[in-house]
Structure formats: C-alpha cells, structure tokens
T-cell receptor
Framework: DSGVTQTPKHLITATGQRVTLRCSPR?????VYWYQQSLDQGLQFLIQ???????AKGNILERFSAQQFPDLHSELNLSSLELGDSALYFC???????????FGSGTRLTVV | EDQVTQSPEALRLQEGESSSLNCSYTVSGLRGLFWYRQDPGKGPEFLFTLYSAGEEKEKERLKATLTKKESFLHITAPKPEDSATYLCAVQEGNNDMRFGAGTRLTVKP
C-alpha cells in the first residue's frame, strides 16, 4: 500500500457519459498529480494541484477537469467520454519538496 | 520535442545476465531525475532520485548513475522477479515530472 488511494479501481461506461475518479493523497502530501496511461502513449501528465490550487496543466482535454478539496483529496472529472479515453488514470502525491511522487494503484477506465 | 528518451524499448535477459538501461534527457535546468518500476496494471513504484551529474544510488541489484545528458540503470545478476517496465522521469525547475516511454525488461529463468 503506497498510501495514495484511488477509487474506483475499475470503471466501465458508455460513450458520451461522465465519470468522476477520486484520489486521496498520502498523509502530509499537499501536491496531487493526475496522469493518463494508455498503451500507445505511456504516462501523460494531466494536471497538478497544490493545497487546493491548480499549479500546472499538461495535456488535459477541455472535456476533463479536476479539483482538490480542503481535505486535500482530489477528483478528476471526465465528460463526453470517447472510446479513446479508455486508459489507466493514475493519481500521485508528493510533499512538494523535490522528492519523488508516490503513485496510487490507478483507475482503469473502459469506454464502450 | 521529447524531453526524455529511454532505450531499449524492450530487453530480454537470462537470469544472471547483467545489463544497463539508458535514459537520455534534454531539459536545461534539471531539478531531479527519477527512476520508477512499474508492474503490469499497477502504479509506478519509486526507486531512485538523482540530482546532479556524477551521483550514484544503489538498491539491491539496481544501480542508477547520472551524467549531464543521460542516466543509466544498471541491473546486476537479474532475477525473474526483476521483470517489469522501468520508467525514467525528469523534473525541470518547479515543473511537473515528465516520463519517458519506459523499458520493458523480461528476465528468463
């Protein structure tokens, strides 16, 4: 157990639908990062939050959004889902002091 | 422009056959270079952080080294349980961590 908790582990949904992925960071970590991993593209950075505020954006689609709540958990919202959105979505956290990230076990999203 | 390039894409070794994985990077203000291990369907597991050229770190059969342009992950006398995808990532300044595509290592008994 890495200390980063992601739910749900698996999600199957239809095209056009909206889903929410949830992440609880490791205790004491203020930064949360979201990554997408598909078979042909490796780990792609989506977005970072630090203590409730958006800190950095990567290759995140306009259909996707995220937020970090006062208790530091984060949610990634994916809407108008397409087949190509099927992937593993990872959340990671860090203390923000230049150390490595701790990853959760991911949410496998399948869009049918 | 790719910031992190890993080679080879895949590597098959016999148990006990030592080898090295390469990670080359093009960022200018390197804050840190990170190595992770990822098993299928699981999240990346942190292995090492290297901060400056000449730095080396070891953990069991793994040793990571860093130069100004690349890092190597040396695997000495690997075992089948070392089979995994090894990911390299770089952090430039205060920016987020960017990952390479990984090297898929298979160690045959």
């Amino acid at each position: 157990d890495s200390g980063v908790t992601q739910t749900p582990k698996h999600l199957i949904t239809a095209t056009g639908q909206r889903v929410t992925l949830r992440c609880s960071p490791r205790s004491g970590d203020l930064s949360v990062y979201w990554y997408q991993q598909s078979l042909d593209q490796g780990l792609q950075f989506l977005i970072q939050y630090y203590n409730g505020e958006e800190r950095a954006k990567g290759n995140i689609l306009e259909r996707f959004s995220a937020q970090q709540f006062p208790d530091l958990h984060s949610e990634l919202n994916l809407s108008s889902l397409e087949l190509g959105d099927s992937a593993l979505y990872f959340c990671a956290s860090s203390s923000g002091q230049g150390d490595g990230y701790t990853f959760g076990s991911g949410t496998r999203l399948t869009v049918v | 422009e790719d910031q992190v390039t890993q080679s080879p894409e895949a590597l098959r070794l016999q148990e006990g056959e030592s080898s090295s994985l390469n990670c080359s990077y093009t960022v200018s203000g390197l804050r840190g270079l990170f190595w992770y291990r990822q098993d299928p369907g699981k999240g990346p597991e942190f292995l090492f952080t290297l901060y400056s050229a000449g730095e080396e770190k070891e953990k069991e059969r793994l040793k990571a080294t860093l130069t100004k342009k690349e890092s190597f992950l040396h695997i000495t006398a690997p075992k089948p349980e070392d089979s995994a995808t090894y990911l390299c990532a770089v952090q430039e300044g205060n920016n987020d961590m960017r990952f390479g595509a990984g090297t898929r290592l298979t160690v045959k008994p």
